[in-house]
């Protein structure tokens, strides 16, 4: 039973309703109990009235957001019918709640708790306690009535302004840095042309001593401004711009070591010289010809997925790609001239179409060998799909061109090595997750990065290297692990902010280092867009990480899920696998963390990112067998499980999925 008013007129200590519009509609009582209404104009209804500030709404008010296609009579007569089945719905709270009037209706003040209230009353001072992101006003709510479309975008509107002026005021008031920086994050993911913001973004990280955080902001508004507009940011921002790169400049240039006289290689002489630029990799993308009318129908289809595929593959920066204008075939292509300046070609073929759809065969073709096929996959195209097909398959194709390639190299002598042969057999050894390798692994790095500096493959193949490290580093806390690392990633994409392996490198590098705000914000500028059918892009993977740092594993478990569930299932560049397993035991879906860690242990048995979360879910299944096994392989590996080193590990987590991790892991308590 709900406890009433008091006879003094004093309020209960509980709310007897609370209304929650944020994300999904739930209307809940103080016992628990769910009071959603099941129609849709019902909710509507409730939705528009606690909406209204507490203040009466007319009945012919409600009457037109809802039944605005209906005569007057007839939308006031199905009113009353809504009324009567809001009113059975609370009951035996109604009349407590909702206060009736001939002509208004209204949710009474004090008894109710709205989510939507608390949001709009932030101020400044309390605004960053809002989640971020908000979730969606009313996202549920749709297909109600053309005029309940435009009330509900005004009230978005409303509640999306509040949140810009208190960030606004939050940005010009706080006088912290990493404040500033924390609300120019939110406020530029919800008007990304916002200027001011922008100007307060750089200065607060140049006052901050953070020069790369500052460059990569400015490279990223640059972006913005020129893919949105077409144009530069106005007169006052580019001379911000224009100092920051100055002083960059400067910087560089007085921190850099005076060049050294150049003499005659003599006996004496151990330094080695840096050798030209690095051999890329070059590769032209193609549509092969259609010889059937239905292979024609697909040919439109076909032109977008090569182009998509061309910019994508291109924009990880380890291989030169270009893409054909016209379809052709690798016989056409084989006896140009330009034939020797491509060592893949990357043809596409329509097999057949079928309503929107095409299925299609993409294969790459090693020029070197006679355009022999070194690899193919079949794949399904539409456009609700293609961007995300795009993405997947760049991944893919770039990392099995480059382990075709390091398999080449594989049988010689490291002495006889390129730098890029030492960067591919450094890439190999990194991908097999085995910790004897890293000695190897960064002895290849120097060497490689000594003859040829600044180079992006090699620093690709080292932050790659570094990143599968930290899944295995347990002795320091992974914060403490990747703040250098941040730093050389933060200075390397201010200088190439289009590259999309550095720009998924650096966000994830982000959440590991508990700077989630900064995340969320770089993961929105993300340079490809997103389709509306995502799960199979690779873009969607700092998605997953997001929702685990936010403390959402189930959404995590459903994100990874879907995406590791798309064929081809092929490895890729730090495709987070042990995060997946990670967020199914903490979806408490432990039969499946235990089937996922099975099937990753048999390739890669000394993973200890795998094995403490399958320890886990077999301790909570009371497979005692299992559960040793898996705690000697650990002892073995010397991965020390205590909670400090759990909570360590794990520090970008939220403290109660550490605490439940370590539970599970029957970790004594201090």
């Known amino acids: 039973m709900h406890a009433p008013p008091s006879p003094n007129g004093s309020l209960p200590d509980r709310p007897l309703l609370n209304i929650f519009l944020l994300g999904h509609m739930r209307v809940i009582s103080s016992t628990g109990l769910s009071l959603l209404p099941t129609g849709t104009k019902t909710r509507a209804l409730l939705a528009i009235l606690a909406l209204s500030n507490r203040r009466p709404v007319a009945r012919t008010r409600l009457a037109e957001l809802l039944w605005s296609t209906r005569a007057p009579d007839q939308a006031r007569a199905s009113l009353r019918q809504e009324i009567h089945r809001l009113m059975d719905i609370l009951s035996p709270l109604g009349p407590e709640v909702l206060d009736v009037q001939r002509h208004t209706l209204a949710i009474r003040p004090g008894l109710t708790d709205i989510d939507v209230e608390h949001a709009l009353s932030t101020t400044a001072q309390t605004i960053m ?4 992101p908000l979730p969606p006003l009313l996202e549920d709510l749709s297909a109600v009535d053309p005029m309940f479309a435009i009330w509900l975008e005004e009230e978005r509107n409303r509640l999306l302004d509040h949140k810009i002026i208190q960030l606004e005021a939050l940005m010009t008031s706080a006088t912290d840095p990493a404040t500033i920086m924390a609300a120019t994050h939110r406020l530029l993911r919800l008007t990304p042309l916002n200027e001011g913001a922008w100007r307060a973004h750089i200065q607060a990280a140049m006052r901050n001593k953070e020069e790369g955080a500052a460059l990569l902001g400015a490279e990223t508004c640059l972006r913005t401004f020129e893919t949105t507009l077409g144009t530069t940011p106005g007169q006052q921002t580019m001379h911000l711009i224009t100092q920051l790169r100055a002083t960059h400049q400067n910087t560089t240039q007085a921190t850099r070591p005076p060049s050294a006289t150049i003499r005659p290689p003599s006996a004496s002489t151990s330094q080695p010289t840096p050798e030209p630029p690095l051999p890329t990799l070059a590769a032209t993308v193609f549509l092969n010809t259609a010889s059937t009318p239905e292979q024609a129908a697909g040919m439109a289809l076909g032109e977008q997925f090569c182009r998509e595929l061309g910019q994508d593959m291109a924009m990880h920066g380890v291989l ?3 893409v054909q204008a016209e379809p052709a075939s690798p016989a056409l292509l084989h006896p140009l001239p330009l034939l020797g300046r491509w060592d893949y070609l990357i043809g596409l073929s ?3 179409t079928s309503e929107g759809e095409a299925t299609c065969l993409l294969q790459a073709f090693d020029t070197r060998t ?12 539409s456009t609700a799909t293609l961007h995300a097909q795009s993405s997947r398959f760049a991944a893919v194709l770039l990392f099995s061109l480059l382990m075709g390639e390091a398999r080449k190299v594989a049988s010689r002598p490291v002495a006889e090595l390129s730098p890029f042969g030492q960067g591919l057999r450094a890439l190999t050894l990194s991908v097999r997750r085995d ?6 692994i960064e002895h290849l790095l120097a060497e490689a990065e000594k003859r040829a500096p600044d180079n992006q493959f090699l620093f690709f193949v080292h932050m790659h290297y570094l990143l599968m490290r930290m899944y295995e580093e347990w002795r320091m806390p992974v914060a403490d692990y990747i703040q250098p690392m941040l730093c050389m990633l933060r200075r390397n994409f201010a200088l190439f902010p289009g590259n999309t392996a550095l720009h998924s490198m650096l966000t994830t590098t982000l959440f590991y280092a508990n700077q989630t705000e900064e995340a969320l914000f770089l993961h929105a500028q993300a340079p490809l867009t997103q389709s509306a059918d ?3 892009s690779t873009q969607v993977l700092p998605s997953g990480l997001a929702a685990l740092c936010r403390g959402d594993a189930v959404r995590a478990a459903h994100i990874y899920s879907d995406f590791f569930g798309v064929a081809p299932t092929a490895p890729f560049f730090a495709a987070p696998d042990q995060e997946f397993v990670l967020s ?6 432990h039969e499946e963390t235990l089937r996922l860690a099975r099937e990753i242990l048999t ?5 200890s990112a795998i094995l403490v979360p399958a320890l886990a879910a077999a301790n909570m299944l009371g497979h005692q067998s299992l559960a040793q096994d898996y705690r000697q392989r650990l002892h073995r590996l010397q991965t020390p499980l205590t909670q400090q080193t759990v909570e360590g590990h794990y520090g970008y987590l939220p403290c109660a999925m550490r605490q439940k991790l370590c539970r599970a892991l029957h970790l004594p308590q201090p």
């Open 534 to 536: 995502s799960r199979a």
């Open 584 to 589: 199914c035991f903490l979806a408490d879906r």
């Open 435 to 440: 910790r004897t390798a890293y000695p190897t």
């Open 603 to 607: 390739t890669c048995p000394d993973r």
């Open 129 to 132: 306690d809002l989640p971020n």
């Open 350 to 352: 329509v097999l057949s």
């Open 320 to 322: 030169g790609v270009s």
């Open 370 to 381: 006679d355009n022999t096929i070194v690899w193919g996959h079949r794949l399904h195209l």
